[in-house]
């Protein structure tokens, strides 16, 4: 049986402002009604004979995993990450958790294969190499130079559609990268792994034994808490960081590559994004509220508000509600520079966006100023809010859809559109929706201090 562990960590910082911290690549629309994690639910689990996904993620982004899982209808477990540790000890904790003599398939959430077949002719191949304790590891074709990946060395034919690696090599600058391509020796190391678990473990414990042990009392110490597995936290800050390539594969005498086809990106940055997407006569893509005026070779996207370009080339433009890129397109590797000086500069955009997602909803923020805030509010039906209180604010609710179920005080009462209530300062008090359709009000907060912090709960259906 093939055992999918999906690693959901990345951070997809070049991808700003649309991939923040709380709200990461693999989680956004990349194209319309495309999102990269629920690609990977779906292309990991029809395989023919897997169990259940192992999906191993950053604890701030649970909801997010559990909610795209929900709406594909697909059960899995869900591993949390205290703190990040890279891929290595992720792979750890699954191959711990899973059966030992199961072939598991590692896979990243925010990679794009579009041919689907390709893919699981290369993973049949890879299957069966596995069951024979080999590790095996997946290349991709590259069809043309590339400097953003690293390379795979292929060495000795195994059979026909398998090759022994010679070496892993680092990413390389643009010279040597041509090299590798004219050769047909090299491939794209894709990062997707096949190998029995139990085989896992023991290279770690050869290789990597303080991860190992880390992580071994990091799952001995772990429990249950709703649908989700929850680390020791102290056991798995001790754990080293490293990844899977530099602390087991690299050092495996053993190793294999699978090559498959050429329709495999790392949507990493927004060129690539660009070049997935639909194009125009004039080279540009367009998504949202878009009027392009004598543009060409542009990537544009609005979230929100119109965007108008014009006697524009090569540029990339992302409009979101609280901040805007507009970028050469020859200059998107500083992507990475300019994040980090928006966070040393401690800007909240590097974060979240102005809607937050939450496991009962979410709420967008319209409006702030110094004494008062307005948010719209979306509460998913039969959810409820915990039961707090705020020591700084008070809140006015209007429902403008739906119907709400609200605790104020000792008071209850059912709202329905158009209706409202006060909640005084100090007040305990609960939101829930007990409809069948989305509630939605406005919240309009008044106080001395409006932070997210200024919370007290009393009962939380979901343990925070």
């Not at 370009?309 to 990475?336: F, H, Q, S, Y």
Request: proline share 5%; charged share 25%; glycine share 8%.
């Amino acid at each position: 049986m093939i055992q999918p562990v999906i690693l959901c960590g990345g951070k997809g910082t070049r991808l700003w402002p649309l991939s923040r911290t709380l709200y990461p690549k693999q989680f956004i629309e990349v194209s319309e009604g495309r999102v990269l994690f629920g690609d990977a639910l779906e292309r990991c689990t029809s395989l023919g004979e897997t169990t259940a996904p192992i999906v191993v993620c950053n604890s701030e982004h649970r909801f997010l995993v559990a909610e795209e899982m929900r709406q594909r209808g697909i059960d899995g477990k869900l591993v949390l990450e205290p703190v990040g540790r890279n891929t290595a000890p992720a792979v750890a904790l699954a191959a711990l958790m899973a059966d030992p003599d199961s072939i598991m398939l590692v896979a990243p959430a925010d990679h794009a294969i579009d041919d689907l077949k390709a893919f699981r002719t290369a993973v049949e191949a890879g299957y069966e190499r596995a069951k024979q304790d080999h590790f095996v590891c997946f290349g991709i074709v590259p069809d043309a130079p590339n400097t953003g990946y690293g390379y795979i060395q292929q060495g000795e034919s195994v059979d026909g559609s398998v090759c022994r690696v010679r070496q892993f090599v680092e990413k390389p600058d643009l010279a040597t990268a041509e090299e590798y391509v004219q050769s047909g020796d090299y491939l794209w190391n894709s990062g997707i792994f096949m190998f029995r678990a139990a085989r896992y473990l023991d290279a770690l414990e050869e290789f990597a034994p303080e991860m190992l042990r880390q992580c071994r009392k990091a799952v001995e110490g772990s429990f249950e808490d709703l649908d989700f597995t929850c680390l020791d936290r102290e056991a798995f800050e001790q754990c080293p960081s490293d990844s899977i390539d530099y602390a087991v594969m690299e050092k495996i005498q053993d190793i294999e590559v699978v090559p498959f086809g050429k329709s495999w990106q790392d949507l990493g940055t927004w060129s690539s994004l660009h070049d997935i997407n639909p194009k125009d006569a004039n080279g540009n893509s367009a998504l949202g509220d878009v009027l392009l005026e004598d543009t060409k070779n542009c990537y544009v996207r609005s979230s929100g508000r119109l965007v108008v370009t014009l006697g524009l080339e090569d540029i990339t433009v992302v409009e979101t509600p609280d901040a805007v890129l507009v970028a050469a397109n020859d200059k998107l590797d500083g992507m990475k520079d300019v994040v980090n000086r928006l966070k040393a500069a401690n800007r909240t955009e590097t974060e979240a966006h102005l809607t937050v997602y939450r496991p009962w909803g979410s709420f967008e923020c319209i409006t702030m100023e110094d004494r008062f805030q307005v948010k719209r509010i979306v509460v998913k039906p039969g959810e409820v809010l915990s039961l707090q209180k705020h020591f700084h604010r008070a809140e006015h609710w209007v429902v403008v859809k739906g119907t709400a179920k609200v605790v104020n005080g000792d008071h209850e009462e059912i709202l329905s559109e158009d209706q409202s209530t006060y909640i005084p300062l100090g007040n305990v008090h609960r939101l829930e929706n007990p409809g069948k359709i989305p509630l939605e009000l406005i919240e309009v907060q008044t106080g001395s201090y409006l932070g997210e912090d200024d919370i007290v709960r009393f009962k939380d259906k979901y343990k925070r």
